[in-house]
């Protein structure tokens, strides 16, 4: 069985920060690319950022450059996406995905899926 667990989302203000944790079982993430996703109602899915398995290298979409953070914690087999200065356009339901190669901001590249966490910027 792979699951991966997303935890942290919730209700912030505009310009608030929170910090989601992408928890795996059943894989080891330091052999994995992780990508982070989000999917507002009405809207496709987009990526948001990724981290690789080898170097940690990050990439982020523009959208969101300069304020989220990937980062990982093999000891702990659990990603983090801090997100800073939060803005209402963030709001969608955040997703974690796994794959074993270099990271890609496509949803097509990634074969786990964690459930979702919703993520709320409102004043």
């Known amino acids: 069985q792979v699951q991966l667990v997303e935890s942290g989302g919730g209700l912030v203000q505009p310009g608030g920060s929170l910090r989601l944790s992408c928890a795996a079982y059943?894989?080891?993430?330091?052999?994995?690319?992780i990508g982070w996703f989000r999917q507002a109602p009405g809207k496709e899915r987009e990526g948001v950022g990724c981290?690789?398995?080898?170097?940690?290298?990050?990439h982020y979409a523009d959208s969101v450059k300069g304020r989220f953070t990937i980062s990982r914690d093999n000891a702990k087999n659990t990603v983090y996406l801090q997100m800073n200065r939060l803005k209402p356009d963030d709001t969608a339901v955040y997703y974690c995905a796994a794959d074993s190669s270099v990271c890609i901001l496509s949803h097509h590249y990634y074969s786990h899926w964690g459930q979702g966490t919703q993520i709320t910027v409102s004043s």
């Open positions: 059943g894989i080891t993430l330091d052999y994995y690319s």
């Open positions: 981290i690789s398995s080898i170097y940690g290298t990050t």
